[in-house]
Each structure stands twice: as structure tokens, then as C-alpha cells.
């Protein structure tokens, strides 16, 4: 990417439950980043508590941001953009992002503009590695499991998503019926280093349709019925199951990145998103005869130099908000 090296954006993500705030210098050097999660709050429900996640936000947002200036030693007149995301999400989440940034640009004389969840997510790979369209992504979340060809910049079209429950939706479905915490995610990646993936037959949703798309709802059920089944008997054999269902979740997710490079001869494979932090997953895609970019584990779950990196790079390609900016919950990938 070219552009001017001192160009400062700055990234505003509260999409779901973690606020998050970053400043982005040119399209690469994040000088400052700062992350409010708020698992603790939400684990005791066994899931995100929409009011209770706005409410959060509205708390954290403008201590995070100004310890982002601090940290990077400017102020908010200095900056050249705030980047922030509009979409998809929690209403009451977004909503909060979105004001704060208004309320900003206007005070700092900034402008701002929004960027979609997804396409965020997309950009987390381009923060560590020098990844050129055309590219695939897979984008794995709580919210969200689809594979996107990425022909440009700004330039997706989406090959087929989930056709019920996201990837990382499964994970923390899976766990709360194993009675493990929120979120089901990690916990489950844990738990699957000590115990053997092929302990239990679970079914791979859709591994031989010739279509990308995903189901994890099926894969749930099998879970289920398995989980009250061994129940009779005593002590779940945790380990085992979680091993055997995270490979499940891995090879369905696989077998249709394996689909896609097939259908369009790309390559170049990119995965993003919460569940990109699995470590079966990373294990399979770096083993893959693809090349794959796979961001830190941090920067796969939600954070705001994903943001901060789309935002910057939609500026540069000349994109601004035609008709201000609204938060919208099903903002769809440009
Ligand atoms: O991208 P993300 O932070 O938020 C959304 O946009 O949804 O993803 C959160 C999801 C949760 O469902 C969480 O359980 C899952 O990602 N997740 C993982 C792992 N870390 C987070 N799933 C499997 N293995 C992990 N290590
Ligand atoms: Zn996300």
C-alpha cells in the first residue's frame, strides 16, 4: 500500500461486547491500542447481554480513547480520521461507537467514516503481512462463518456463508451444553490438547455438497444427544468430546476452503475472526497446501486496528459517507 507514512487514523470497534480503540499511523504502525472486554460481565449469563454491552460502552469509550491519544502523544485535532464500525452487529453497541465518533469528528473537525464488521475482519491479516488481492478469507466469528473473494480492495464477493449457527456460535453453544464457560471458544480449544479427535464420531455438516456453505446446528445436536448419553454413566469425558468436535468445526470449515481454492484457483488464503484463533484450525491451514495468512490471535478476535487499517485504506481509495453515517445492524460487505 502507498501513502503517506503520517497519516493518523483512529479505529473505534463496539460492535458486540469489547470496546475497542486503536491509532493507526500510515497503513501499518499501530502507535496505540486499547481493549475493554467485557467477558467477565456478560459469562455469568452464558452470553452477551445486549443493553448491558451498550451501557458498558458508553463507559469505556472515551477513557480508551483518550489513553489512545495519550499513548501515541497527540491530541484529537491532530488526527487525520476516525474510523469506526457502522455494521453489522448490536444496535445498542454500534450506536455508541457510532455517536461518540460524530460527536468527536465535529468537535476535532475530523472527518470519519464507517466501516463494515466484516470487511474489518478481512483486514486483519493485512496489519502483519504483505497480502495483494486476489486473495480468499475466511471469516470465522461469533456472529459470522462465510469464505469472500477479495478481487480488490473494497471489491468482495461473498461465496457462500453459514446457513445457521457461526462457527464461533457453535464453540459456545457446545459449551454451555458441556456446562464450560462463556466464551465456548477458547475453553473448548483448551480442553481439546488433552483429549483424542476421533473419540467421537461427529458428523462434518456438509462436507461433500459442491457448494460453499456451512451448518453448524446439526453438529450441535449430535453433541447433544452424545453429552446425555454419556451423562448416565458419570463424569463427561470433557477432553475427548471437545477434541472430537473441534475437529468436526475444523474440517467442515476446511473442507469448504478446499472447495473455494478449487472453484476460483486462488491460492492465497486468508482467516480471520474469533474462531481463526483456534489452534486445530491454525494447525490445519499452516499444514495446507495454500498459502495462508493467519493473524496473531489477537488480532483475529474483535479489536479496533482491523477497524482503524480498513477505514484508512477505503479513505485512501476515495470512499466518504455519502449520506452521513447510521449505525445498521445487517450492514452487508461492499
Ligand atoms: O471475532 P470475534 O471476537 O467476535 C465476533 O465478531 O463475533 O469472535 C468471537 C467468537 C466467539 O464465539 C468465541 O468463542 C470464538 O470467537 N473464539 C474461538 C477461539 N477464540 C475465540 N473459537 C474457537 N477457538 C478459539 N481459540
Ligand atoms: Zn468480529
Known sequence: MTEKNDFLTLGIETSCDDTAVAVLRGGREITAEFLSSQIGDHARFGGVVPEFAARRHLENILPLVDAALRKTGITGRDL????????????????????????????????????????????????????????LSLIASGGHTEIVRADALGKYATLGATRDDAAGEAYDKAAKLMGLPYPGGPEIDRLAKDGDPYAFDFPV???????????????????????????????????????????AVTEALIAKVSLAVGQTGIKNVAASGGVAANSALRRALSESRWNTYLPSPSRCTDNAAMIALAGHCAWQRGIRNQSGLTPNPSLELP
Open 80 to 135: 487525520n480520521l476516525i474510523a469506526v464500525t457502522q455494521g453489522p452487529g448490536l444496535m445498542g453497541s454500534l450506536l455508541v461507537g457510532v455517536e461518540t465518533s460524530l460527536a468527536l469528528s465535529q468537535a476535532w473537525d475530523v472527518p470519519v467514516i464507517g466501516v463494515n464488521h466484516l470487511e474489518g475482519h478481512m483486514f486483519a491479516p493485512l496489519l502483519e503481512f504483505n497480502l495483494e488481492p486476489p486473495f
Open 205 to 247: 455438516p456438509l462436507k461433500n455438497t459442491p457448494r460453499v456453505e456451512f451448518s453448524f446446528s446439526g453438529l450441535k445436536t449430535a453433541l447433544l444427544w452424545q453429552v446425555n448419553k454419556l451423562k448416565d454413566g458419570g463424569e463427561l469425558p470433557i477432553n475427548d468430546l471437545c477434541a472430537s468436535y473441534q475437529r
